[in-house]
């Protein structure tokens, strides 16, 4: 692994080169891409294996998280780089798993939002308005290119979260917690919707900065959650209230139940330092082999 990089904030730039990197490194990895976010930048999709059942990785819902993505990254090449030296991490034969699963990584859902926290900011047209709604400021920016937050655009509880929106008073774009003006508004959500619609993965893990958490949703995951929690040292958490309202979890697990997971990675004030990527993969590379099997 190239650690020698990782001492930045993963940009999407940045991303995309690892991306590429990775595709000429390693043939068995088929980098495609899942959609265009608002402002026109690829969003990736990273696929390894070739069996029919599929396991979904998410990256980067909120824009100061960044780190899950290299998280991500880390676990491709961690399995690429095992695959293709036929090693058995973790006792696992990973030539036998492959040919029944198929992973799909989504590193970086909002690569708008992580160019905006970074201060990479572009002459879009929307830009005045996320500075009025920033307040000038992007060091705590969440949401994608036009204020929407897209854990919350989702289609759980949309309609009870609005309540919610009114009592923190959020009526717009903002840099966090704005749910949309209607469920998988935005291009990213869509095309991520659309996907674990057309795929039914049988596993879903999103990965969030931070709390050492894991919670769930979903038929017979609450096992699952249970082994991933002892596989990590993560506590399982059970969160109400706005947490828990239009979420990739709460909507792919409580709608269409599918098992589904949130991990909390890391612990600290995001954004976390770049730095603690690496500390933080290790302490979670079991989880993440291990569920392939899950
Ligand atoms: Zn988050």
Not at 79 to 106: I, K, M, N, Q
Not at 256 to 285: D, H, M, Q, V, W
Request: proline share 7%; glycine share 12%; hydrophobic share 40%.
């Amino acid at each position: 692994m190239h650690h020698s990089r990782d001492t930045a904030p993963l940009s999407p730039r940045l991303l995309y080169a690892e991306v590429e990197r990775l595709g000429r490194a390693y043939p068995a990895l088929s980098p495609r891409v899942l959609g265009t976010s608002i402002l026109g930048r690829p969003i990736p999709l990273l696929l390894l294996g070739r069996g029919r059942q599929k396991c979904l990785y998410v990256g980067t819902h909120h824009a100061t998280e960044w780190l899950t993505s290299r998280l991500l990254l880390y676990f491709a090449e961690e399995l690429l780089s095992a695959h293709a030296a036929g090693e058995r991490p973790y006792g696992l034969d990973l030539s036998f798993l492959l040919s029944r699963r198929t992973l799909c990584l989504v590193p970086m859902l909002n690569p708008d939002g992580v160019a905006i926290h970074l201060g990479e900011g572009e002459g879009d047209p929307l830009r005045e308005r996320r500075a009025r709604m920033a307040g000038g400021d992007f060091s705590h920016w969440q949401a994608n290119a036009r204020g929407v937050d897209l854990n919350h655009n989702y289609n759980a509880g949309f309609a009870e979260y609005r309540a919610v929106e009114a009592s923190l008073g959020i009526t717009g774009g903002a840099p966090t917690r704005y749910s949309g003006a209607f469920p998988e508004s935005e291009p990213e959500t869509a095309a991520l919707a659309g996907f674990v619609r057309a795929t039914r993965p049988r596993l879903l893990l999103t990965l969030h900065t931070q709390g050492e958490e894991i919670y769930c949703a979903g038929e017979g995951a609450h096992p699952t959650a249970r082994r991933m929690a002892l596989l990590s040292g993560y506590r399982l958490s059970f969160p109400e209230g706005a947490a828990a309202y239009g979420g990739l979890t709460d909507w792919a697990g409580g709608v269409l139940g599918i098992p589904s997971f949130t991990l909390e990675c890391g612990k600290g004030e995001n954004p976390l330092p770049p730095a603690e990527a690496l500390p933080i993969y290790r302490t979670l590379s079991r989880l993440f082999f291990e569920s392939i099997t899950m």
